[in-house]
Each structure stands twice: as structure tokens, then as C-alpha cells.
């Protein structure tokens, strides 16, 4: 298992990959792609924040007490990346714990190195 520094919305990582590989089968060309194309487009994940930022305010905003996030990080952490196999796109997901869903977590989600989604880690499991 590799692990990555990035920095994510202003803040340092170590994040784990975590390629979606059945036993025995190798990693796609594509789930490397993914990952090689992601580290290489940094604004994606500056401007993913906005959209976190959105995902919790319409979903905890009386947990929030505020029509701000102003510190992003109480209420999500990134944990990991994972690739999912898929042949024809390239998809990563920040997996993330998330303050309000401590069972499900937080997805943030790109497709081909643009924000595509944010949403429980489900939406892409």
C-alpha cells in the first residue's frame, strides 16, 4: 500500500491508497492514471472545499450553529484515497471521517482529476 503527501484544503496529509482490486486480480492502468493525474492537479482539491463546505451546512447546519465553516477540519478528516476499478474513467475518492456521520464517513469524489461528488463514503464504495 503506497502512501501520498498532499495537502488538502491548506493542511498536510500522509494519506494510504487503497486500490478496488478482487484477490488475485492487479491493479488497472486507469487506477494508476488516477492517481498519478489526481497528485498532479492540486486546485481540484482547493476548490472541492466549497463544496464540503456546502455537503455540511445543508446537512448539519443546527450541529454547525453557524452559516460558516469556518474551520473545515472539526468536521471532517481526510483518512485515505481510494481508486475504484473502473476501466473507462478515472475515479479517486478522499475518504474522510466525518464529524455527523461517524458510521459512513465522507466521500469526496473526481472523475477524470474534476470534482464530481461529496456525499456519504457509500456513494462510491
Given at each position: 500500500?503506497?502512501?501520498?503527501?498532499?495537502?488538502?484544503?491548506?493542511?498536510?496529509?500522509?494519506?494510504?491508497?487503497?486500490?478496488?482490486?478482487?484477490?488475485g486480480?492487479?491493479?488497472?492502468?486507469?487506477?494508476?492514471?488516477?492517481?498519478?493525474?489526481?497528485?498532479?492537479?492540486?486546485?481540484?482539491?482547493?476548490?472541492?472545499?466549497?463544496?464540503?463546505?456546502?455537503?455540511?451546512?445543508?446537512?448539519?447546519?443546527?450541529?454547525?450553529?453557524n452559516?460558516?465553516?469556518?474551520?473545515?477540519?472539526?468536521?471532517?478528516?481526510?483518512?485515505?484515497?481510494?481508486?475504484?476499478?473502473?476501466?473507462?474513467?478515472?475515479?479517486?475518492?478522499?475518504?474522510?471521517?466525518?464529524?455527523?456521520?461517524?458510521?459512513?464517513?465522507?466521500?469526496?469524489?473526481?472523475?477524470?482529476e474534476?470534482?464530481?461528488?461529496?456525499?456519504?463514503?457509500?456513494?462510491?464504495?
Amino acid at each position: 500500500m503506497n502512501k501520498f503527501n498532499l495537502n488538502i484544503w491548506g493542511r498536510d496529509f500522509e494519506l494510504p491508497v487503497s486500490y478496488d482490486c478482487y484477490p488475485g486480480e492487479g491493479v488497472l492502468d486507469t487506477q494508476i492514471e488516477a492517481v498519478e493525474s489526481f497528485l498532479n492537479t492540486p486546485m481540484e482539491v482547493d476548490n472541492s472545499k466549497k463544496n464540503v463546505e456546502t455537503y455540511i451546512l445543508s446537512n448539519n447546519s443546527s450541529d454547525v450553529g453557524n452559516s460558516v465553516v469556518d474551520n473545515i477540519f472539526r468536521y471532517v478528516t481526510p483518512k485515505s484515497l481510494y481508486i475504484p476499478r473502473n476501466k473507462e474513467k478515472r475515479v479517486l475518492a478522499i475518504m474522510c471521517d466525518y464529524r455527523f456521520d461517524v458510521e459512513h464517513g465522507l466521500a469526496v469524489v473526481f472523475e477524470n482529476e474534476a470534482f464530481k461528488a461529496v456525499g456519504i463514503q457509500d456513494i462510491v464504495l
